[in-house]
């Protein structure tokens, strides 16, 4: 069973920054995307940012420019940088990993993230 592990949040106040780790028990070679998602405090999920195999990012309106994902495939670990953060940038967040097989895709159980003064 693949695990999948969020850490680093917290709270922060507005204007601070967070990075976030994910860890994972599976070899980041069988994973072709990493995504951040968020789920705010009214139950409204987003897609925050992902990125390839090959380093390809994209990211939510709200938070590009102030947000970095990024991944380190030889410790089968990914990161969302989060710099300049907002109050509504509360939320959970989880990190989400998609096979290369397109046939499985795992969650981690999320991390909450407070901002706020």
């Known amino acids: 069973q693949v695990q999948v592990v969020e850490s680093g949040g917290g709270f922060v106040q507005p204007g601070g920054s967070l990075r976030l780790t994910c860890e994972a028990s599976?070899?980041?070679?069988?994973?072709?995307?990493v995504g951040w998602n968020r789920r705010t405090p009214g139950g409204q999920d987003e897609m925050v940012a992902t990125?390839?195999?090959?380093?390809?990012?994209i990211y939510s309106p709200s938070v590009k420019g102030r947000f970095t994902i990024s991944r380190d495939d030889s410790k089968n670990t990914a990161f969302l940088q989060m710099n300049n953060l907002r109050p509504r940038d509360t939320a959970t967040y989880f990190c989400?990993?998609?096979?290369?097989?397109?046939?499985?895709?795992?969650w981690g159980q999320g991390i909450q993230v407070t901002v706020s003064s």
């Open positions: 989400s990993l998609s096979h290369r097989s397109g046939r499985a895709y795992y």
């Open positions: 599976i070899n980041f070679n069988e994973i072709n995307v």
């Open positions: 990125i390839t195999i090959g380093g390809n990012t």
